[in-house]
């Protein structure tokens, strides 16, 4: 059942998202919060998702402390107050 | 240009080499118009490489929360190179986040560390000055 959702955005995606740092998506799973936040701020496309539909690497998604790869991945069910958080991976060589 | 204020600078230096002999790496918080830095968090590296990096991504939330929390941002990154020059790696130029941010580099292969900073975006890298802020500042690289 989908609830509303506030997803925390960093900095480096306010921009695709008319300078907003946290918008409230409708979802059910990780999976569905990426694909609205896709369908309404589609600047995103590229940054959030592989064009098979599986989590980009190099964006951290959390769901209050926990990192989804931890969980469930995309298939990590939301709940109703939960805070969805993402950040840019960080890494390098 | 990177501003560090001195306590900063050696804490991310020690960390760097504490780190040895994988590489290290962490956050850096403060102002992205002057850039800077008043928050400094050293994190893990979930690589756990003495080539790579991954800043372990439940450290780089808590930096994240604390820096808002403290009314500032995370504007950069800093990691260290264990035996390779203070200059980003293709992997780090490919990787880089966020055109805005500074990229830290502390190379330590020689007897003294060398730290510098750099602007990454579109696959170009571009180095900053780094300014240690102390009694006196000192530019460390330019």
């Known amino acids: 059942m989908a609830v509303a959702v506030d997803v925390r955005l960093p900095t480096v995606l306010r921009s695709q998202a008319g300078g907003q740092s946290i918008v409230t998506v409708k979802a059910s799973t990780i999976g569905d919060v990426l694909r609205e936040l896709v369908s309404e701020f589609p600047g995103m496309s590229g940054q959030l998702l592989n064009d098979d539909g599986s989590l980009h690497r190099f964006v951290n998604v959390y769901v209050n402390d926990d990192d989804v790869r931890y969980l469930e991945s995309l298939e990590t069910p939301v709940r109703e107050g939960d805070e969805v958080s993402l950040l840019p991976a960080v890494a390098g060589g | ?13 020690a960390h760097c080499i504490t780190g040895l002999p994988e590489e290290a790496c962490g956050v850096l918080a403060g102002d992205p118009v002057s850039g800077t830095v008043d928050r400094l968090y050293p994190t893990r590296n979930e690589a756990a490489s003495a080539r790579v990096y991954t800043v372990e991504s439940r ?17 950069g990154v800093f990691h260290s190179h264990t035996h390779t020059d203070a200059y ?4 780090d130029v490919d990787q880089a986040p966020d055109p805005s941010w500074h990229y830290v580099v502390v190379s330590l292969r020689d ?25 006196a500042a000192v530019a460390v690289a330019v």
């Open chain 2, 88 to 91: 980003p790696s293709p992997t």
């Open chain 2, 1 to 13: 240009m990177l501003r560090l204020p001195r306590a900063l600078y050696l804490q991310m230096v």
């Open chain 2, 59 to 75: 450290d780089l939330l808590q930096a994240d929360r604390d820096a808002e929390r403290s009314g500032t941002q995370l504007i």
């Open chain 2, 111 to 135: 007897s003294h560390p060398v730290v510098r900073s750099y602007r990454i975006g579109g696959g170009l890298v571009e180095e900053e000055s780094v300014v240690v802020l102390g009694q």
